[in-house]
Protein backbone atom coordinates (compact mmCIF):
# COMPACT_ATOMS: atom_id res chain seq x y z
CA UNK A 1 0.00 0.00 0.00
CA UNK A 2 1.48 3.41 -1.13
CA UNK A 3 2.17 6.34 1.45
CA UNK A 4 -1.63 7.87 -0.59
CA UNK A 5 -3.26 5.37 -0.21
CA UNK A 6 -2.57 4.92 3.57
CA UNK A 7 -3.04 8.71 3.60
CA UNK A 8 -6.39 9.04 2.39
CA UNK A 9 -7.48 5.79 5.13
CA UNK A 10 -6.91 8.31 8.16
CA UNK A 11 -9.71 10.29 9.64
CA UNK A 12 -7.99 13.03 7.91
CA UNK A 13 -7.56 11.49 4.42
CA UNK A 14 -11.49 11.20 4.77
CA UNK A 15 -12.29 14.36 5.42
CA UNK A 16 -10.65 15.27 2.29
CA UNK A 17 -13.50 14.22 0.18
CA UNK A 18 -16.07 16.55 -0.27
CA UNK A 19 -18.65 14.44 -0.27
CA UNK A 20 -18.40 12.64 3.07
CA UNK A 21 -17.42 16.20 4.60
CA UNK A 22 -20.96 17.47 3.38
CA UNK A 23 -22.74 13.61 4.85
CA UNK A 24 -20.79 13.85 8.50
CA UNK A 25 -21.48 17.92 9.22
CA UNK A 26 -24.81 17.09 8.10
CA UNK A 27 -25.54 13.79 10.28
CA UNK A 28 -23.68 15.90 12.68
CA UNK A 29 -25.88 19.12 13.04
CA UNK A 30 -29.34 17.19 12.60
CA UNK A 31 -28.51 14.94 15.79
CA UNK A 32 -27.81 17.84 17.87
CA UNK A 33 -30.63 19.86 16.62
CA UNK A 34 -33.01 16.42 17.61
CA UNK A 35 -31.09 16.64 20.69
CA UNK A 36 -31.34 20.19 21.64
CA UNK A 37 -35.09 20.16 20.80
CA UNK A 38 -35.51 17.31 23.21
CA UNK A 39 -34.38 18.86 26.27
CA UNK A 40 -36.37 22.28 25.20
CA UNK A 41 -39.79 20.08 24.53
CA UNK A 42 -39.60 18.12 28.03
CA UNK A 43 -38.65 21.12 30.38
CA UNK A 44 -41.26 23.32 28.89
CA UNK A 45 -44.20 20.68 28.58
CA UNK A 46 -43.73 19.86 32.10
CA UNK A 47 -43.61 23.44 32.84
CA UNK A 48 -46.93 24.01 31.27
CA UNK A 49 -48.65 20.95 32.83
CA UNK A 50 -46.45 19.49 35.92
CA UNK A 51 -47.48 16.09 34.59
CA UNK A 52 -45.59 13.07 34.29
CA UNK A 53 -48.04 11.58 31.95
CA UNK A 54 -47.33 14.68 29.53
CA UNK A 55 -44.28 13.68 29.90
CA UNK A 56 -44.64 10.08 28.17
CA UNK A 57 -46.44 11.67 25.47
CA UNK A 58 -44.26 14.02 24.49
CA UNK A 59 -41.95 10.10 23.64
CA UNK A 60 -45.12 8.56 22.30
CA UNK A 61 -46.33 11.68 20.13
CA UNK A 62 -42.21 11.17 18.63
CA UNK A 63 -41.87 7.14 18.71
CA UNK A 64 -45.46 6.47 17.05
CA UNK A 65 -44.88 8.12 13.48
CA UNK A 66 -41.10 6.52 13.68
CA UNK A 67 -42.93 3.09 14.42
CA UNK A 68 -45.95 3.24 11.46
CA UNK A 69 -43.92 4.81 8.97
CA UNK A 70 -39.67 3.48 9.24
CA UNK A 71 -40.88 0.19 7.04
CA UNK A 72 -42.39 2.42 3.97
CA UNK A 73 -39.63 4.73 4.03
CA UNK A 74 -37.43 2.05 3.68
CA UNK A 75 -38.61 1.15 0.66
CA UNK A 76 -39.40 4.77 -0.28
CA UNK A 77 -35.08 5.11 0.20
CA UNK A 78 -34.23 2.38 -2.36
CA UNK A 79 -37.05 4.25 -4.98
CA UNK A 80 -36.05 7.58 -4.40
CA UNK A 81 -33.22 9.58 -4.55
CA UNK A 82 -31.70 9.85 -0.74
CA UNK A 83 -30.53 13.25 -0.97
CA UNK A 84 -33.95 14.46 -1.95
CA UNK A 85 -35.53 12.57 0.65
CA UNK A 86 -33.04 13.58 3.55
CA UNK A 87 -33.20 17.08 2.70
CA UNK A 88 -37.44 16.81 2.43
CA UNK A 89 -36.95 15.36 6.03
CA UNK A 90 -34.88 18.31 7.26
CA UNK A 91 -37.15 20.76 6.11
CA UNK A 92 -40.26 19.41 7.96
CA UNK A 93 -38.44 19.29 10.73
CA UNK A 94 -37.42 22.89 10.89
CA UNK A 95 -41.68 23.16 10.24
CA UNK A 96 -41.96 21.31 12.92
CA UNK A 97 -39.38 23.67 14.73
CA UNK A 98 -41.12 26.76 13.63
CA UNK A 99 -44.66 25.25 14.56
CA UNK A 100 -42.71 24.90 18.31
CA UNK A 101 -42.17 28.23 17.96
CA UNK A 102 -45.55 29.79 17.17
CA UNK A 103 -46.81 27.84 19.69
CA UNK A 104 -44.75 29.99 22.25
CA UNK A 105 -45.02 33.03 21.01
CA UNK A 106 -48.76 32.23 21.04
CA UNK A 107 -48.84 31.54 24.70
CA UNK A 108 -50.49 28.26 24.13
CA UNK A 109 -51.28 26.41 27.09
CA UNK A 110 -53.16 23.17 25.17
CA UNK A 111 -49.96 20.87 24.73
CA UNK A 112 -52.27 19.07 22.58
CA UNK A 113 -50.72 21.01 19.34
CA UNK A 114 -47.14 20.69 20.91
CA UNK A 115 -47.58 16.41 20.72
CA UNK A 116 -48.99 17.60 17.33
CA UNK A 117 -45.91 19.02 16.48
CA UNK A 118 -43.63 16.18 17.52
CA UNK A 119 -45.51 14.25 15.51
CA UNK A 120 -44.61 15.87 12.16
CA UNK A 121 -40.93 15.63 13.86
CA UNK A 122 -41.38 12.35 14.18
CA UNK A 123 -42.32 11.83 10.64
CA UNK A 124 -39.68 13.52 9.11
CA UNK A 125 -37.48 11.32 11.26
CA UNK A 126 -39.04 8.29 9.94
CA UNK A 127 -38.41 9.16 6.58
CA UNK A 128 -34.47 10.49 7.27
CA UNK A 129 -33.21 7.90 8.99
CA UNK A 130 -33.24 4.92 6.59
CA UNK A 131 -32.05 7.78 3.97
CA UNK A 132 -29.52 9.03 5.47
CA UNK A 133 -27.79 6.07 7.13
CA UNK A 134 -27.21 4.44 3.93
CA UNK A 135 -25.09 7.24 2.87
CA UNK A 136 -21.49 5.65 4.00
CA UNK A 137 -20.85 3.03 1.29
CA UNK A 138 -21.21 5.56 -1.61
CA UNK A 139 -19.00 7.93 -0.92
CA UNK A 140 -16.09 6.22 0.14
CA UNK A 141 -14.29 3.13 -1.45
CA UNK A 142 -14.23 -0.20 -0.15
CA UNK A 143 -10.88 0.08 1.70
CA UNK A 144 -11.93 3.47 3.50
CA UNK A 145 -15.58 1.95 4.61
CA UNK A 146 -14.04 0.39 8.22
CA UNK A 147 -12.72 3.69 9.33
CA UNK A 148 -15.58 5.91 7.30
CA UNK A 149 -17.61 4.26 9.42
CA UNK A 150 -15.98 4.62 13.05
CA UNK A 151 -15.65 8.34 12.59
CA UNK A 152 -19.15 8.49 11.37
CA UNK A 153 -20.04 6.61 14.25
CA UNK A 154 -17.98 9.10 16.50
CA UNK A 155 -19.37 11.78 15.35
CA UNK A 156 -22.72 10.82 16.39
CA UNK A 157 -21.40 10.03 19.82
CA UNK A 158 -20.13 13.54 19.95
CA UNK A 159 -23.40 15.01 18.90
CA UNK A 160 -25.33 12.50 21.37
CA UNK A 161 -23.04 13.89 24.12
CA UNK A 162 -23.08 17.58 23.78
CA UNK A 163 -26.20 18.41 22.45
CA UNK A 164 -28.74 18.35 25.42
CA UNK A 165 -25.71 19.99 27.50
CA UNK A 166 -26.03 22.82 25.02
CA UNK A 167 -29.94 22.59 24.78
CA UNK A 168 -29.88 23.01 28.20
CA UNK A 169 -27.73 25.81 28.58
CA UNK A 170 -29.61 27.88 25.27
CA UNK A 171 -32.62 27.27 27.23
CA UNK A 172 -31.28 29.84 29.14
CA UNK A 173 -32.70 32.23 26.61
CA UNK A 174 -35.85 31.13 26.47
CA UNK A 175 -37.01 28.57 24.43
CA UNK A 176 -38.32 30.75 21.12
CA UNK A 177 -34.31 30.93 20.93
CA UNK A 178 -33.73 27.19 21.38
CA UNK A 179 -36.12 26.51 18.58
CA UNK A 180 -35.29 29.09 16.55
CA UNK A 181 -31.36 27.64 16.72
CA UNK A 182 -32.84 23.97 15.56
CA UNK A 183 -34.70 25.08 13.27
CA UNK A 184 -31.49 26.33 11.71
CA UNK A 185 -29.52 23.36 11.79
CA UNK A 186 -32.29 21.63 10.43
CA UNK A 187 -32.38 23.97 7.24
CA UNK A 188 -28.39 23.29 6.94
CA UNK A 189 -29.16 19.83 7.32
CA UNK A 190 -31.31 19.97 3.87
CA UNK A 191 -28.74 22.35 1.96
CA UNK A 192 -25.60 19.60 3.66
CA UNK A 193 -27.71 16.53 1.46
CA UNK A 194 -28.66 18.87 -1.56
CA UNK A 195 -24.98 20.31 -2.07
CA UNK A 196 -23.73 16.09 -1.97
CA UNK A 197 -22.90 14.69 -5.44
CA UNK A 198 -22.70 11.31 -5.39
CA UNK A 199 -26.06 9.68 -6.63
CA UNK A 200 -27.25 7.04 -5.22
CA UNK A 201 -28.45 4.07 -6.86
CA UNK A 202 -32.29 3.85 -7.37
CA UNK A 203 -33.77 0.24 -7.69
CA UNK A 204 -35.71 -0.08 -11.02
CA UNK A 205 -39.73 -0.78 -10.52
CA UNK A 206 -40.66 -4.58 -10.70
CA UNK A 207 -44.02 -4.59 -11.67
CA UNK A 208 -44.38 -8.06 -9.79
CA UNK A 209 -42.99 -7.60 -6.73
CA UNK A 210 -46.22 -5.67 -4.80
CA UNK A 211 -45.10 -2.86 -1.84
CA UNK A 212 -45.95 -5.10 0.45
CA UNK A 213 -43.90 -8.14 -0.39
CA UNK A 214 -40.99 -4.95 -0.81
CA UNK A 215 -41.49 -3.74 2.84
CA UNK A 216 -42.00 -7.00 4.60
CA UNK A 217 -38.94 -8.30 2.86
CA UNK A 218 -36.61 -6.83 5.64
CA UNK A 219 -38.61 -8.93 8.39
CA UNK A 220 -38.43 -12.01 6.25
CA UNK A 221 -34.40 -11.70 6.48
CA UNK A 222 -34.59 -11.33 9.95
CA UNK A 223 -36.79 -14.26 10.50
CA UNK A 224 -34.45 -16.41 8.59
CA UNK A 225 -31.09 -14.85 10.10
CA UNK A 226 -31.10 -15.39 13.94
CA UNK A 227 -28.28 -13.39 15.01
CA UNK A 228 -29.85 -10.33 13.07
CA UNK A 229 -33.32 -10.40 14.58
CA UNK A 230 -31.34 -11.08 18.48
CA UNK A 231 -29.03 -8.25 17.72
CA UNK A 232 -32.36 -5.43 17.03
CA UNK A 233 -34.26 -7.29 19.35
CA UNK A 234 -31.52 -6.37 21.63
CA UNK A 235 -31.48 -2.81 20.34
CA UNK A 236 -35.59 -2.59 20.49
CA UNK A 237 -35.52 -2.84 24.60
CA UNK A 238 -33.05 -0.71 25.01
CA UNK A 239 -34.56 2.06 23.54
CA UNK A 240 -37.77 1.58 25.08
CA UNK A 241 -36.30 0.96 28.38
CA UNK A 242 -34.14 3.70 28.04
CA UNK A 243 -37.18 5.87 27.38
CA UNK A 244 -36.99 6.73 31.21
CA UNK A 245 -34.99 9.73 30.77
CA UNK A 246 -37.78 11.15 29.58
CA UNK A 247 -38.68 12.33 33.32
CA UNK A 248 -35.97 13.70 34.00
CA UNK A 249 -37.42 16.96 33.88
CA UNK A 250 -39.39 16.11 37.11
CA UNK A 251 -35.88 15.55 38.88
CA UNK A 252 -33.98 18.27 37.84
CA UNK A 253 -36.73 20.82 38.67
CA UNK A 254 -39.21 19.18 41.59
CA UNK A 255 -36.32 17.36 43.18
CA UNK A 256 -32.59 18.88 42.33
CA UNK A 257 -33.46 22.52 41.70
CA UNK A 258 -30.97 22.50 38.75
CA UNK A 259 -32.75 24.41 35.93
CA UNK A 260 -32.79 23.35 32.32
CA UNK A 261 -29.06 23.76 32.62
CA UNK A 262 -29.33 20.83 34.49
CA UNK A 263 -31.51 18.86 33.08
CA UNK A 264 -29.46 19.12 29.83
CA UNK A 265 -26.03 17.76 31.76
CA UNK A 266 -27.86 14.87 33.18
CA UNK A 267 -29.37 14.29 29.70
CA UNK A 268 -25.77 13.97 28.57
CA UNK A 269 -24.78 11.85 31.68
CA UNK A 270 -25.87 8.21 30.15
CA UNK A 271 -23.85 9.12 26.49
CA UNK A 272 -21.06 9.80 28.47
CA UNK A 273 -21.04 6.73 30.24
CA UNK A 274 -21.98 4.92 27.12
CA UNK A 275 -19.09 6.21 25.27
CA UNK A 276 -16.69 4.90 28.47
CA UNK A 277 -18.34 1.49 28.57
CA UNK A 278 -17.37 1.09 24.56
CA UNK A 279 -13.99 1.80 24.78
CA UNK A 280 -13.16 -0.16 27.68
CA UNK A 281 -14.78 -3.20 25.57
CA UNK A 282 -12.70 -2.34 22.41
CA UNK A 283 -10.12 -1.93 24.38
Known sequence: MTDIQKSEDTPAGLFRLRDFRFYISGRFLGTLGMLIQSVAVGWQVYDITESPLALGYVGLAQFLPIVLLTLPAGDIA?????????????????????????????HSGDVTWFYAALALFGCARAFMAPAARSFVPLLVTARQLPRAIAVSSSTFQVAVITGPAIGGGLYLFGPVFVYAVCAALFMTVALAFLAIRTRPPVQPHAPATSAFTRVTAGIAYMRRTPIVL??????????????????????????????????????????????????????
Open 78 to 106: DRVDRRIIVAGAGLLEAAAAGWLILLTLT
Open 230 to 283: GAISLDLFAVLLGGAVALLPIYARDILHVGPEGLGLMRSAPAIRLSSDCRKISG
